[in-house]
Antibody
């Protein structure tokens, strides 16, 4: 079955960077987009961007441009989200989510990781 | 950027009753609209995509309709496990924005 297992919680200081991993299993990793979505405590879902693991193409929400990098290591079926210049407003649960329709329709996700809490605090 | 809004913010419903949730986009997203359910402490779960297609394993009491800018999620007879927050999301144009959510709670 499809599984996305994310790395553990992180505590970072303002200005630092964080890198969250998402290990996929149960499907062909390069055949489905990976999206990243975050959710601050008690708030709604915020789409951050997507990556095509086959081509390496990415698309980031403008809000995060310049601070976010999405990468993959196809040899270990793992996707990564790196967010730099962290501020308190970045405190949230970060989810990876697999595309539903293969490499088509980036943004439509059918499977989610368990989430990784990133806390930014001095 | 397409802005997605949802109404109402909170919907109080008795078990067994029908719930109707609305979602609106600021420009046409064709049928590229999905609905997700999220329970406390859990990741979201896909319910509906293509505005009206149920995802695998989703009960028939969940149905979606609409196209263009106006969409509806209907839960025909609420079960106890349906009390949750529901989000709609457009995936027509990047960034693939979510609505702010509708919380369905017990009346």
């Amino acid at each position: 079955q499809v599984q996305l297992v994310q790395s553990g919680a992180e505590v970072k200081k303002p200005g630092a960077s964080v890198k969250v991993s998402c290990k996929a299993s149960g499907y062909t990793f390069t055949s489905y987009n990976i999206n990243w979505v975050r959710q601050a405590t008690g708030r709604g879902l915020e789409w951050m961007g997507w990556m095509n693991p086959n081509s390496g193409n990415t698309g980031y929400a403008q809000k995060f441009q310049g601070r976010v990098t999405m990468t993959t290591n196809t040899s270990i079926s793992t996707a990564y989200l790196e967010l730099s210049s962290l501020r308190s407003e970045d405190t949230a649960v970060y989810y990876c989510a697999r595309g539903l329709l293969g490499l088509r329709r980036a943004g439509l996700v059918g499977y989610w990781g368990q989430g990784t809490l990133v806390t930014v605090s001095s | 950027e397409i802005v997605v809004t949802q109404s109402p913010a909170t919907l109080s419903v008795s078990p067994g009753e029908r719930a109707t949730l609305s979602c609106r986009a600021t420009q046409s997203v064709s049928s590229n609209l999905a609905w997700y359910q999220q329970k406390p402490g859990q990741a979201p779960r896909l319910l509906i995509f293509g505005a009206s297609t149920r995802a695998t394993g989703i009960p028939a009491r969940f149905s979606g309709s609409g196209s263009g800018t106006e969409f509806t999620l209907t839960i025909s007879s609420l079960q106890s496990e349906d009390f949750a927050v529901y989000y709609c999301q457009q995936y027509e144009n990047w960034p693939f924005t979510f609505g702010p959510g509708t919380k369905v709670d017990i009346k």
